[in-house]
């Protein structure tokens, strides 16, 4: 059985760091590329950051580019996101799944983690 678990969300200041977890299990991990998706409350959910396979290759969205990296552990089964220079418009729930190239490999996500940026 597929599991996304998702963690390391919290309140921050404007400006501060935080690193998200995505830990995977129930598939083969290192064949997939993996992404963070996050959600705005009264927004859709929207793409974050993109890594390959091997972890050699990322995307990033505009809105992130410059602030927040991904990686990816995959020994370890598990991906990361590092975002610093955080702003309010970060705040929201992040999630992790396996992209396609028109939606998600697993139509189950997991519970996400919350992110606040607030002064």
């Known amino acids: 059985q597929v599991q996304l678990v998702e963690s390391g969300g919290g309140l921050v200041q404007p400006g501060g760091s935080l690193r998200l977890s995505c830990a995977a299990s129930?598939?083969?991990?290192?064949?997939?590329?993996m992404s963070w998706y996050r959600q705005g409350s009264g927004k859709e959910r929207e793409l974050v950051a993109t890594?390959?396979?091997?972890?050699?290759?990322?995307y990033y969205a505009g809105s992130v580019k410059g602030r927040f990296t991904i990686f990816r552990d995959n020994t370890k089964n598990t991906m990361y996101l590092q975002m610093n220079s955080l702003k309010s418009e970060d705040t929201a729930v992040y999630y992790c799944?396996?992209?396609?190239?028109?939606?998600?490999?697993?139509?189950?996500w997991g519970q996400g983690t919350q992110v606040t940026v607030s002064s």
């Open positions: 890594i390959n396979n091997s972890g050699e290759s990322t």
């Open positions: 129930g598939f083969t991990f290192k064949n997939y590329p």
């Open positions: 799944n396996a992209p396609t190239v028109d939606g998600v490999v697993f139509a189950s």
